[in-house]
């Protein structure tokens, strides 16, 4: 297959470009190595090429929000999600304390305001942290076809200084929104953005999503074809967050960003396709895993809405 050989090629065209800078207000991600670069595609069939440095791991952040959405959808049903998260994009940085006017709904789950509210929802109502962790855990673990595991010194860091997440969460608690201890539901959202993972995970998870829910190695099927749809769609409309437009126009792979530098993105009935590059643009999505995106895009046609 010529995949390998082209992805190789991406790497190196982009290598030189040095701009943005890794994420500065969790410690242990501005320290992370920012040369870092590597990407996977993952076939709905189950063949993964891979480039880079695909044995680095890092912490999935933003990455777990489509990922625990689905395992919201399945513990609690479509309505009862619907009724406590929105899906309209927000046209707003990741971190805005905004809520849906009327219903104080987060606008969606990808912004960090709905998926605190997602967390809330794991498991059952009033679920212990270490159960929702651990379901979390459990799910991402099956959509990769191997065990994961919690970084605690990302969590740490990123816990020391998550004022702004906390505001959120107290906010959603006077609002009813959040049902649960906004501290406690704060701390297992961040142990759950906090779980390693390689470019392949991503590749694997999201190939599961391009396959109706059946992870394409492993043969399991992890989640229903309704619920990767609703969390295909959603990351389409609101992934990117305030570029989503921009994305889904120009480069058109739903995809899902994280400031350790991580991307996935899905490609119904295609592929999955994971990314590392710790370097973010403005918008806090990858600098250089953008660009492979929209490389795959325009060389490979790799667009939703490509015809034919
Ligand atoms: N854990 C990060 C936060 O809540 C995730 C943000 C992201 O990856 N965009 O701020």
């Not at 065990?147 to 740490?156: I, Q, Y």
């Not at 779980?195 to 829910?213: C, E, K, N, Q, Y």
Request: net charge negative; proline share 5%; hydrophobic share 40%.
């Amino acid at each position: 297959s010529p995949i390998p050989d082209y992805l190789d090629e991406v790497l190196e065209d982009l290598r030189s470009d040095t701009g943005g800078a890794t994420a500065q207000y969790i410690p242990e991600l501005a320290a992370a190595d920012p040369d870092r670069l590597a990407a996977a595609i993952t076939t709905t069939s189950g063949a993964t090429y891979t480039a880079g440095d695909v044995g680095t791991e890092f912490s999935i952040q933003s990455i777990s929000k489509p990922f625990a959405y689905a395992a919201a959808l399945m513990d609690r049903g479509l309505e009862k999600v619907l009724s406590s998260v929105g899906v309209e994009p927000s046209g707003e940085a990741f971190n805005e304390l905004s809520l849906e006017g009327g219903t104080h709904r987060p606008k969606n789950p990808m912004i960090n305001a709905g998926a605190i509210t997602t967390h809330s929802l794991l498991v059952g109502r009033g679920a212990a942290q270490a159960s929702r962790v651990e379901h979390v855990l459990d799910l991402f673990s099956r959509l990769a076809g191997r065990t994961l595991r919690v970084d605690e010194e990302v969590c740490a860091s990123e816990l020391a200084e998550a004022d702004r997440n906390l505001a959120i969460a107290h906010m959603l608690r006077t609002y009813g929104v959040l049902e649960d201890d906004p501290h406690d539901v704060v701390e297992g959202y961040t142990r759950q953005c906090s779980i390693l993972v390689g470019v392949r995970d991503l590749s694997m998870m999201s190939a599961t999503l391009a396959t109706g829910g059946v992870q394409p190695v492993t043969g399991e099927r992890v989640m229903t074809p309704e619920v990767a749809r609703q969390v295909m769609a959603v990351m389409a409309a609101a992934g990117m967050y305030d570029a989503a437009g921009d994305w889904l126009t120009r480069v058109g792979i739903p995809a899902k960003s994280g400031v350790a530098g991580g991307m996935v993105g899905v490609l119904p009935d295609q592929v999955g396709i994971g990314t590392l590059s710790p370097r973010l643009d403005e918008h806090g999505n990858s600098r250089r895993g953008s660009e492979i995106f929209a490389r795959l895009s325009r060389d490979m046609g790799m667009h939703l809405f490509a015809p034919g």
